[in-house]
């Protein structure tokens, strides 16, 4: 039996209702904040969080800063475990200011501002300009060959200020406030996994460009024509992650490993290396799917161990490996990089350290 180290989760929100707690992710997202949501199965809410770290000083010290620095002047540390699939959470919420423990969490329904989602071909059906914040944008995003439709989303970056101003959805009106610097310029980045990155400048008041249009409604209709990987590319899986010390996949993750199959899928001459990485080089716990086991998703039916980083490493590149096989993918198509925390993104003692803990997919032939 596996007996999980607790976690403490930087939680700004509370949610009964699964739309609710995505459409509040997305709205902190837009604040520049990494945002994600998971299920606290003891109250049945789904918590939306911005930090899971092991050090519980450093998650004390994160929402005091988020209750006097943000909007989340509410903001609490849950210390335990959350969202094993049919387990019950077990933990405790604590107060940061007073670092006691809060008996009752309401739920946070009423916050949200719900987020439509029409066909970008309905322009009439979109939302007003004076119903959005900022200027009305509509970036739409399709795919080179065939035309349809990306789900994804687009950053806006201030060029002055080097700044991220915001993250918004793909296919549906958004308002981008006006950057206020001095050449209005911004720049409008596409990173949708299993397509290459794409990068468009434009100035902010005065939109120019290849196919940009204006539409009755005023608002600016920005395309993004996105391009397959090709040979040689290599592309970050931001939406997988992994517990704790574990070559598991967490359950959010099987959106983006479904969209690496289908890539797969649709081209049968791709073939791909997988890149393994961990937060840091010390040695310690590895928690591994038992010989047999294919629910990758899931801590039922694992085995405890000790190794170093590097094995860590490797066991989390060969789950998303074991998970393509099972569906059909040959194994000849694929290779396993093992790094360790060789190549880390961000200090591995930083607020953003768990970004370290990532898979990253190379393509070798297309």
């Known amino acids: 039996m596996i007996i999980l180290e607790p976690a403490n989760y930087v939680v700004i929100g509370a949610f009964s209702v699964f739309k609710n707690a995505v459409n509040f992710t997305s709205q902190a997202s837009k604040l520049n904040l990494d945002a994600k949501y998971i299920m606290n199965r003891n109250r049945n809410l789904y918590y939306v969080y911005v930090l899971n770290t092991a050090d519980h000083q450093q998650a004390i010290e994160e929402a005091l800063r988020l209750r006097k620095e943000s909007p989340f002047n509410d903001t609490w540390v849950f210390h335990g475990e959350l969202g094993q699939s049919g387990a019950v959470s077990k933990g405790t919420d604590i107060n940061p200011?007073?670092?006691?423990?809060?008996?009752?969490?309401?739920?946070?329904?009423?916050?949200?501002?719900?987020?439509?989602?029409?066909?970008?071909?309905?322009?009439?059906?979109?939302?007003?300009?004076?119903?959005?914040?900022?200027?009305?944008?509509?970036?739409k995003l399709f795919r080179s060959d065939n035309k349809e439709q990306v789900s994804g989303e687009v950053s806006v970056i201030?060029?002055?200020?080097?700044?991220?101003?915001?993250?918004?959805?793909?296919?549906?009106?958004?308002?981008?406030?006006?950057?206020?610097n001095k050449e209005g310029k911004i720049s409008l980045v596409c990173e949708v996994f299993g397509y290459r990155k794409m990068l468009r400048d434009i100035t902010y008041n005065a939109p120019e460009g290849e196919d940009i249009q204006v539409d009755e409604s005023n608002t600016t209709i920005v395309p993004f024509e996105l391009v397959r990987l090709k040979k040689g590319d290599i592309a970050v899986m931001y939406n997988v992650f992994f517990y704790k010390d574990a070559g598991v996949m967490r359950p959010e993750s099987k959106e983006e490993v479904t969209s690496l199959l289908t890539m797969l899928q649709e081209n049968p001459k791709c073939k791909i290396r997988i890149h393994g990485h961990t937060n840091g080089d010390a040695p310690g716990r590895i928690i591994s799917l038992n010989e047999g086991n294919e629910n990758y998703f899931a801590l039922n039916d694992a085995k405890d161990g000790l190794g170093s980083a590097k094995e860590l490493s490797e066991a989390r590149a060969e789950v998303l490996r074991n998970f393509l096989v099972s569906n059909d993918v040959p194994t000849d198509r694929m290779q396993i990089k093992a790094w360790g925390g060789k190549r880390a993104i961000h200090d591995k003692h930083s607020p953003q350290a768990q970004s370290n803990v990532r898979v990253e997919i190379e393509i070798l032939e297309n």
């Open 97 to 139: 200011e007073a670092e006691q423990k809060i008996e009752n969490v309401p739920s946070n329904d009423n916050q949200v501002i719900a987020e439509s989602t029409p066909e970008p071909e309905v322009l009439k059906e979109k939302t007003t300009p004076a119903e959005i914040v900022g200027k009305g944008f509509f970036f």
């Open 158 to 180: 201030d060029v002055e200020r080097t700044r991220k101003m915001g993250t918004f959805s793909g296919n549906v009106q958004v308002g981008v406030a006006d950057p206020k």
